[in-house]
């Protein structure tokens, strides 16, 4: 899956391009729409939470540094006292485990209060009553969803699309 970003006017244009790729077969659940606090998005699919902030990056950041760290310092209690090598696989596996659920859960701490680094771009275009457009498709259909936005604004500028969206969110 790639994530489009495109920014998009008003709301009359906003809902007939999410109307269009509805049509296209795009489920609304793919389909992520972000305005000024405060602007009533009707029924649009509003942007939840996870596509507003940085949660996922950083869980995945901190499930790869907790991770690593707790195999180091798995590695040092194994080297440190002498012991039995099923005892040290246990001890080198459980503080690997730890360390990755801890970086995991301190991350998305951070993350969750972080906005997203990639929606940061558009913060003044968003504040200025533009409405972003994020849209997850898959890459052989990012050409074809690009060209049916263009039919209801030839003007857009498709600002890029992220080559891996989570398929979870």
Do not use: C, N
């Not at 999410?18 to 389909?31: C, K, P």
């Amino acid at each position: 899956m790639r994530r489009i970003y495109f920014l998009v006017p008003d709301i009359t244009v906003t809902k007939r391009i999410v109307d269009d790729l509805l049509a296209a077969r795009i489920e609304e659940r793919h389909i992520h729409v972000i305005a000024k606090r405060g602007t009533p998005l009707e029924e649009l699919p509003e942007a939840s939470l996870l596509q507003r902030t940085d949660f996922i990056p950083a869980v995945e950041q901190g499930l790869a540094v907790g991770g690593t760290t707790g195999m180091l310092a798995g590695l040092i209690a194994i080297i440190l006292p002498p012991a039995s090598t099923v005892v040290a696989g246990g001890v080198l596996l459980a503080t690997t485990l730890a360390g990755a659920g801890i970086g995991a859960w301190a991350s998305a701490l951070i993350g969750v209060s972080t906005g997203s680094r990639r929606i940061k771009e558009f913060e003044d275009a968003i504040e200025a009553g533009h409405f972003l457009v994020l849209v997850d498709v898959s890459a052989d259909r990012v050409h074809e969803i690009e060209e049916r936005i263009k039919q209801h604004l030839p003007e857009v500028e498709v600002e890029s699309t992220e080559p891996r969206v989570p398929a979870f969110p």
